[in-house]
């Protein structure tokens, strides 16, 4: 067996004056109340940066290759649509994904109450493991001072 890891980042900023117009959205799972991202997509970081970690464990490039940001094709789209594509793409070139660790760094939301729900979404649509951890940036620059928000994953593949 071949086994592969793959490493993804992402970080969007946080549009502040945008809070209850639209949502903020990690791993699939809707945070309400919270400064959504700047993005052309849905910003889901959490997505974003397992996307990158899976293809870059089977050495297929990054999201922006697959999913140009500025495409009106993929405005508001919600990501995991894009990482349902990523999933097909990568199993029909005979990968399997073992597990994916993420990490989100935000002073906030708090992810502790929907970790659970974040963990559970992501593992059934990878059908594979996922943890999910959460830290906070201790009121450091942007990510401390609530203008961003960023999320690195590692994602371990296998091939027949």
């Not at 974040?118 to 059934?124: A, D, G, V, Y």
């Amino acid at each position: 067996m071949n086994s592969r890891v793959g490493f993804g980042y992402d970080v969007h900023r946080l549009d502040q004056a945008a809070i209850g117009l639209r949502d903020l959205v990690l791993g699939g799972v809707v945070f309400d109340g919270f400064a959504p991202v700047v993005a052309n997509s849905d910003g889901d970081v959490v997505v974003h940066a397992v996307i990158d970690a899976i293809l870059g464990g089977a050495c297929m490039g990054d999201i922006g290759e697959w999913f140009a940001e500025d495409s009106d094709e993929y405005k508001g789209i919600d990501s995991l649509v894009l990482l349902k594509k990523i999933v097909t793409e990568v199993q029909a070139k005979g990968y399997r994904i073992i597990n994916v660790d993420v990490t989100v760094v935000a002073q906030e939301p708090k992810l502790k109450d929907k970790k659970s729900d974040i963990r559970l979404k992501l593992s059934e649509l990878l059908t594979a493991d996922v943890n999910v951890k959460a830290t906070s940036p201790e009121r450091v620059g942007s990510l401390g001072n609530k203008e961003a928000i960023a999320c690195f994953a590692l994602a371990n593949l296998s091939k027949a």
